[in-house]
Each structure stands twice: as structure tokens, then as C-alpha cells.
């Protein structure tokens, strides 16, 4: 037993033993490989590593070329639509699905969009907004602004709610709050409603921590 184990070892170093010489023409090689050569290395693979991630950034962001129209019932979104579409007013009725279309960006690149008519009655509006947001570059809120007094706390709360679900996407779209109807005489200004929103907003996040407080509230307390 004792002179097979010898061998072993006779034979592992051996073998360890041939391959020494190269491993030491190895190691001066690296030891003495201009400092230069190999900061340029790095900067070439720094520069691969980041059109890598650069591509893959713009891929997924090319997957995200859809605009919605939210807001609530009457609000004006599908004659927002129509005129986008095709600069022509049209009589229009309540949404109870969605509409969608190619829409043409007039720059010199000739890029297109989908513009997606969501519908805004209390029952449909989550649902679809859940379907279709996560192709959402961009999200037009739109406001009635003659029905905007009697309104505001439904808007705002459907606003909050646009807004907790967009920033909760890895590629939060931009977003844009559309004072329509600016042309009815008792329409309330675009300045009004950013102040009465901001105030209703500020009201819903201090419930939500007051509720979050109250819920981790310890009973002994």
C-alpha cells in the first residue's frame, strides 16, 4: 500500500514537474506585459460592455411605443384621439373598450407611436389601464376642465392611481396632465387645477401613512 501511494505521488509530481516550465514562462509574461496594452484592453471591453447595455437599453425601450389617453368619463379623450389622428372634430359617445392607432411623429426621423383611447368609466378604467401600461412610453391625463370643480376629488384619485402605477414600471413613461375644454366659458384655468390637485394628492399620500401608521400601531400602546 504504502509503495502504490509513493507511486502516486512520484507520479502526480512528475507530471506537476513538465508542466512547471510553462507555468513560469506564464507568470513572466504577465509580469511583464506592458502596463499600456493592458489599460487599453480594458477600455476596449469598458467600451463593448457599454454598447452592449446601450442596445439592450434601446431595445426595450423600442418595445415601449405606446401613448395612453386616461381620464374620466367625458373628459374629452376620444375627440383628443380623433384629432390627433386626423385634425377632424366628430361627434363622439362614451368608451367602452379601447381604441388604438398608428400615429405618425412629424419629425425627421419618421417615427410612429400607438395612440391608445382608454376607456374611463369607474369600472373599466383600472382594468385597462392594468392591460396596457406596461407599453406605456407616455401617459396623457386628461382633465374636464369646465367639469373640473365637482370632479376634482374623482380626478384626483384616479390620478393617484395613474401615477402609483406608473412609477412602479422599471421604464417609468413621461407623463402629461391635458386641461381640455379650456374653451367653455366656466372652464377652471390650467394654474387652478395643478393647485387643487396638489392639494388633493398632498390629502391622499398623509391618509396613506396615517393608515399605515394605524395598521402598525402595536395593540399595547
Not at 125 to 135: G, I, P, T, V
Amino acid at each position: 500500500m504504502a509503495s502504490a501511494e509513493s507511486r502516486r505521488m512520484g507520479n502526480g509530481g512528475s507530471v506537476g514537474g513538465a508542466f512547471q516550465p510553462y507555468l513560469d514562462s506564464l507568470r513572466q509574461e504577465l509580469q511583464q506585459r506592458d502596463p499600456t496594452l493592458l489599460s487599453i484592453v480594458v477600455a476596449l471591453l469598458a467600451v463593448l460592455l457599454t454598447l452592449v447595455f446601450w442596445k439592450f437599453i434601446r431595445s426595450r425601450r423600442s418595445s415601449q411605443r405606446a401613448v395612453l389617453l386616461v381620464g374620466l368619463c367625458d373628459s374629452g379623450k376620444t375627440l383628443l384621439f380623433v384629432r390627433l389622428l386626423t385634425g377632424l372634430y366628430r361627434d363622439t359617445q362614451t368608451s367602452i373598450t379601447d381604441s388604438s392607432a398608428l400615429y405618425r411623429v412629424n419629425n425627421t426621423r419618421g417615427a410612429s407611436l400607438t395612440l391608445i383611447d382608454l376607456p374611463g368609466h369607474e369600472s373599466l378604467r383600472l382594468q385597462f389601464l392594468e392591460r396596457f401600461k406596461a407599453s406605456a412610453r407616455a401617459v396623457v391625463f386628461v382633465v374636464d376642465s369646465a367639469a373640473f370643480q365637482r370632479e376634482v376629488k374623482d380626478v384626483a384619485e384616479f390620478l393617484y392611481q395613474v401615477l402609483i402605477d406608473s412609477m412602479s414600471l422599471k421604464n417609468t413613461p413621461s407623463f402629461l396632465i391635458a386641461c381640455n375644454k379650456q374653451d367653455i366659458t366656466m372652464a377652471k384655468s390650467a394654474k387652478l387645477i395643478q393647485q387643487q390637485l396638489e392639494k388633493e394628492l398632498s390629502m391622499n399620500f398623509q391618509r396613506i401613512i396615517l393608515n399605515s401608521l394605524l395598521v402598525s400601531r402595536s395593540p399595547f400602546l
